[in-house]
């Protein structure tokens, strides 16, 4: 059984920032990709980056060069910082981590930028 809660969510103006935070707990190893999909009011959900364990990174285009995903010490931790926020950034923020070939999910944290 794999769980992930994420926090750091909130209400920001455009061109602030935020900083999601990601803790998997159950069976996992550092060696299990993690990352953040997004899905925004009438969107399907999208990828915004991903880590491997070996610290390669992936981001989609939207969001180059203004986040950065991480990995905290603790195994199973992930973070994603947000800079430069637009309007068209918000959606629900979902973790997810990559365990045996099946992806396990959190319940995801509302981020809203105001323009």
């Known amino acids: 059984q794999v769980q992930l809660v994420e926090s750091g969510g909130g209400l920001v103006q455009a061109g602030g920032s935020l900083r999601l935070s990601c803790v998997a707990s159950?069976?996992?190893?550092?060696?299990?990709?993690m990352g953040w999909y997004r899905q925004a009011p009438g969107k399907q959900r999208e990828l915004v980056a991903s880590?491997?364990?070996?610290?390669?990174?992936n981001y989609a285009d939207s969001v180059k060069g203004r986040f950065t995903i991480s990995r905290g010490n603790a195994k199973g931790t992930v973070y994603l910082q947000m800079n430069s926020l637009k309007a068209e950034d918000t959606a629900v923020y979902y973790c997810?981590?990559?365990?045996?070939?099946?992806?396990?999910w959190g319940r995801g944290t509302q981020v809203t930028v105001s323009s």
């Open positions: 997810y981590i990559v365990r045996n070939g099946q992806n396990y």
């Open positions: 159950g069976i996992i190893f550092r060696m299990n990709t």
């Open positions: 880590i491997t364990s070996g610290g390669s990174t």
